[in-house]
C-alpha cells in the first residue's frame, strides 16, 4: 500500500538534531537567555526564523526584522561549522541500510527537511544517490507543521499522498505528514511523538517489510 518513503533528515537519517539545538543554545545564551534541554523538542522541525521566534520570545527579547536576520545568520554560522567536518561515519546507524531497502522493495524515497543546509550534508553523508527527490523549503508557502513539504516531495516524486510514508522525529514533522494524510512513522519517544500512527527509537528499527504486509 505504499509507494514512496519521505524522509526528514535531522535526526532522522543524520545525527544533526542535537548540533542544531548546541548552534541554537550557544546563540540564546548570548543573548542571555537559558534554553533548558526540553526546549530542544520545541525547536526539532521548526525552521530557522521562527525557531529564533520561540526563543526571544521565551526569554521575553524584543528585536527589529533587521537584528533577527543577522542572529539566524550567526546561528546557522555556528552550526555549519560544526557540521563542516560530516562524513558518512556521521550517518545514524541503520540511515543508509533503510535507504538501499526502501529502494530495493521498489519504492521511491524523497527528502522532506526543512533545512537549507540538506542538499550539502547529504552530500558530506554519501547519501543523495539514494534519495530520489529533495523538497526545496523555499519553494512551499508554509512550513512545518503545515502539509506543504512533505506534499510537495511526494509530488517530486509522483506518489498520491495516501500511498506514502513520512518519517520524523519532530512534533511539528509528525502533524506535517498527518496534515498531509500519509502514514507518520515517528523516531524517539511515542509519548511526545503522540499523532504517529507507529513509533520506533531510532531509524535502526526502521525496517519498510514491517509496512508492506
Ligand atoms: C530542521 C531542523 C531544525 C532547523 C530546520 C531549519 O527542521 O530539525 O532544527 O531549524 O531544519 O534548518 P536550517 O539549516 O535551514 O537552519
Ligand atoms: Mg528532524
Known sequence: RFDAVLFDLDGVLADTAHIHFAAWRRLAEELGIPLEPRFEDRLKGVDRMTSLDLILAHGNVERTVEERRVLADR???????????????????????????????????????????????????????????????????????????FLEAARLVGVAPGRCLGVEDAVAGITSIKEAGMVAVGIGDPTILTRADHVVPAIADFHIGDYLG
Open 75 to 149: 546561528k546557522n554560522g555556528y552550526y555549519q561549522a560544526a557540521i563542516a567536518e560530516q562524513s558518512p561515519d556521521d550517518l545514524l546507524p541503520g540511515a543508509r541500510r533503510v535507504l538501499e531497502e526502501v529502494r530495493a522493495a521498489g519504492l521511491k524515497t524523497a527528502l522532506a527537511s526543512a533545512s537549507h543546509n540538506a542538499p550539502p550534508l547529504l552530500d558530506q553523508l554519501g547519501i543523495r544517490p539514494l534519495i530520489d527527490a529533495i523538497a526545496n523549503p523555499a519553494a512551499v508557502k508554509a512550513p512545518k507543521p503545515a502539509p506543504d513539504l
